[in-house]
């Protein structure tokens, strides 16, 4: 064992497969030995302010009590039953919840476990909807250049082929069409004679709100949503809103949706839904897409079903969740984070490797003209005592939403110092 390097680190590393990880030439991975609040902390003792909040997921902070102790009951009680012809309170209440907090009729959920699978029975939710109707060429969709929406083979189909991760895989995805954001008048116009000329063949538009997170962590306005709203209405296609990273108040609102005024056909959840405790995640359908399903005919159903699909541990941390978002000032705690944002990177803008600075909700971008060595850049962070991973050209933070003023600060005072010496 190395000092300071558990032996079940060593040993495991014979077996492990790492996320997005030359295993070859990568350095080996970290041990962590427990976390809290905003830090983690290592088996060696060092504790790192996380920046990202494990991907994006633990927006009230790690070991919350309100949720340990939600999970241990349940745990106590009952930790799962399959959800075929069964069904449980937890389930039942979030989806309640879920219906109550979303805008407009988005009523319908079907719970599954990862953001990507969410995705993944949207689209099949959207063929299908058309297929129910008697529509059965409708079978592509409508996605966008930066756009990210996970790494399964459907997900994969409408991410951005160029600038993604999935240019490999060119032959085996299918073939849908990837466009600019309706940003001006010549996209709009663009996306417009699109939908028209294909108008027969496409069952949706996929899109993440307001943020493309995985793509470079790109902010678009609203009023592409309310653009996108009146083309998808104008050639009778649904729309899809991807927020499994911008949702439970990401960007500043609880649903990014929320800040353009408009409600997509199908909304995807998942990361914070559980606040970054377990796997869970819910494709939220509208009344008049459930109907379409609503029928006599049993090939008529939607034919999926995870196998912890609405798992009773993950659905209980769900509902702790929201009651911290009920209990706890969080959107006031995000829009001080919007501000310390803002605040702490405005040092970076103007610096000479740098093409943008910008913040939205819990949201810190500093866009490079490009990362050489982006390992390095990491361990940089590593030694200032904070864990910040950079994507793309972006070095970005994502904190939790209780985060306190200091560690925030130490934050963006890392990102600010590791900027200006590139």
């Keep these: 064992m190395s000092a300071g390097v558990p032996d079940w680190r060593d040993e495991g590393m014979s077996h492990l497969w790492l996320p997005y990880t030359q295993m070859k030439t990568a350095p080996l991975p970290m041990p962590v030995a427990r976390t809290e609040g905003a830090r983690i902390v290592l088996a060696d003792g060092r504790e790192l302010i996380d920046g990202i909040a494990s991907w994006w997921t633990a927006c009230h902070g790690y070991n919350h009590p309100h949720i340990r102790a939600a999970v241990e009951r349940q745990l106590a009680e009952m ?30 959920v079907f719970f599954s476990d990862s953001g990507s699978v969410a995705v993944e029975i949207a689209m099949k939710m959207a063929v299908q909807f058309w297929i129910n109707r008697g529509e059965t060429g409708r079978k592509r969709f409508v996605a966008f250049r930066n756009g990210y929406h996970g790494d399964t083979t459907g997900a994969m189909a409408v991410c951005d082929p160029d600038e993604g991760m999935h240019a490999l895989f060119a032959g ?5 069409h990837i466009v600019d954001l309706p940003e001006d008048d010549a996209t709009t116009g663009a996306l417009d004679a699109l939908l028209a000329k294909h108008d027969e063949s496409i069952a949706g538009i996929v899109v993440e709100p307001l943020v493309q997170g995985a793509g470079g962590m790109k902010f678009h306005k609203p009023d592409v949503l309310k653009c996108l709203r009146a083309l998808a209405d104008k050639h009778d296609v649904l729309l899809i809103f991807d ?19 408009v409600t997509p056909d199908i909304l995807t959840l998942s990361k914070a839904l559980t606040g970054g405790t377990l796997p869970l995640a819910a494709t939220v359908a509208t009344q008049k897409v459930f109907e379409a399903f ?18 009773a541990l993950g659905c209980a941390a769900a509902n702790a969740s929201l009651d911290l978002f009920d209990r706890e000032p969080r ?39 490009r990362i050489d060595d982006l390992e390095t850049l ?5 030694e200032r005592g904070v864990f910040v991973r950079p994507l793309g050209n972006a070095i970005y933070l994502t904190p939790a939403f209780t985060i306190g003023a200091d560690d925030l600060a130490r934050l963006t005072n890392a990102v600010a110092a590791i900027v200006r010496a590139l």
């Design 79 to 108: 930790p799962h039953v399959m959800f075929g012809g069964l069904v449980h309170e937890q389930a039942a209440r979030l989806a309640q919840r879920l219906a109550e907090l979303l805008p407009g009729d988005l009523t319908r």
């Design 294 to 311: 609503w029928s006599d005919d049993p090939a008529k159903a939607l034919m999926h079903g995870p196998t912890f699909m609405a798992n």
């Design 378 to 382: 990491r361990a940089r962070f590593i």
């Design 331 to 369: 959107i006031a705690q995000i829009a001080a984070i919007t501000a310390a944002l803002r605040d702490g990177l405005a040092p970076c803008a103007g610096l000479p490797r740098v093409k943008e600075v910008r913040a939205m909700g819990a949201i810190g971008v500093v866009e490079l003209d």
């Design 243 to 261: 927020e499994i990273f911008t949702g439970f108040g990401r960007t500043g609102t609880m649903f990014a949706c929320e800040q353009a005024g």
């Design 172 to 176: 085996l995805l299918p073939q849908h």
